[in-house]
């Protein structure tokens, strides 16, 4: 049987790194499994924020390529101000942290480049495809953003092609992600972003999300939604599973990218506390950092009780990402604290969940993160009010670690797997 063909239009592709690459680089991996023969579509020349060569090693050997230039204003804006590196991957400084030229940055990005800085290929983009399409005979396209530009680019070419099928993916929200509304958007611009957004929903086949809430809020939008989240592949993990059960030290880690809008200020007050008050506990706990620690909450950490326990490793691959996961004992994942963030669920949270330790998550109350802990059995989700509740919970998993029984834990995690999540996706199509 002669497979179908699907075009994925996507910005970010190996060798770029970070979470929002993996979710179609899976999805490519196991779509032949069912039927399905992934295209990718991707800018010949883009701007990572950052680069992970190891990913490569999941790219389906003879997959179809198709790349085009893009044009893209941020080389310009790095030159401007350094910091404006951060935007490529959706981070700025807030509040009192902001200079003149941060301000500034951010109310160019908000206002002149809609929905975003990577609108400049739309329209080359809609040329070029339209004439692929009909000469490949490819009557499925997927576009996943952010950038939401690329859903521009699926909105022109339904336009020109009514009977094309479209998969509008959202990895994050539009208009709904928490950094929105610190865009400086003038009334003008955060109409067209909703227009565009709206235009989008009503027009795409159907519209994905990573999250229950997400696909919620845009059914309440107009949009025919469906939950797909993101997964853990079996095979990152071939080997590595169950780690070592007991570390010589007591070890919570955090895995990623941490910003000053989502920094667990009331753990950092536990921690504190505990080490004060718990002889054992001070000499046997480690906090380890594996990724972009936001300077200022590092400078923080390291002026108070907590400075002789940090291990801060910086950026790593993927893989050795995952193989401190497995040297952890507890692991830690934040998402902002606003109620409009709840529909978060960091891809994070599989490798975490697939490692079979316990997980200490922090965001805002009622969280669809909370909701998978809880169906999993692997772990608690804590507001960032709270921090005596959170002192218990380290302390009774610290009790068990001292006592050698704090076990590892896999069950019920299998919905989760990218092969299942594929299957889903392809029940769809």
Known sequence: ??????????????????????????FAKYLPDFGWKPVIYTPENPSYPLLDETLIKDVPENIEMVRTKIWEPYQLAEKLNKSN???????FDVGKNQSWKSKLSIWVRGNFFIPDARVFW???????????????????????????????????????????????????????????KHLKLTKSSDKKHRQLESSVFKNADITLATSYTDAENFRKAGANAVCITNGFDESDSEGKIKGQNHQDQFTLSYI???????????????????????????ADFKLKFAGRIDDKILYAIEN???????????????????????????LLITNFPNEASKGI??????????????????????????????????????????TETVKQFILEKFNLWKEGSLHENTQHIEQFSRKNLTRQLTEIL
């Not at 506390?273 to 002889?279: F, P, V």
């Open 1 to 26: 049987m002669e497979q179908k063909k699907i075009l994925i239009i996507t910005y970010y592709w190996p060798p770029a790194g970070g979470p929002g690459v993996q979710r179609w680089l899976k």
């Open 85 to 91: 590196k951060k935007f490529k991957a959706g981070q």
């Open 122 to 180: 739309v329209k080359p983009s809609i040329t070029f495809l339209e004439k692929y399409l009909r000469e490949h005979q490819i009557d499925t396209i997927v576009t996943s953003g952010p950038p939401h530009s690329l859903h521009l680019i699926g909105l022109g070419l339904k336009d020109k092609m009514p009977d094309l099928k479209w998969i509008a993916d959202f990895r994050d929200p539009w208009t709904e992600i928490s950094y929105y």
């Open 256 to 282: 990623g990218v941490l910003e000053q809008l989502r920094n667990p200020e009331n753990l950092w007050k536990a921690l504190d506390e505990l080490i004060k008050e718990n002889t054992d506990f001070a």
């Open 304 to 330: 108070s009780s907590l400075k002789n326990h940090i291990l801060n490793l910086g950026y790593l691959s993927h893989g050795k990402a995952v193989e401190e996961m497995q040297n952890s004992s507890l």
């Open 345 to 386: 669920i960091p891809g994070k949270i599989f490798e975490y969940l697939a490692s079979g330790k316990q997980i200490l998550s922090f965001g805002p109350d009622q969280a669809d993160v909370a909701k998978i802990l809880n169906e999993t059995q692997s772990g608690k989700h804590f507001n960032y009010q709270d």
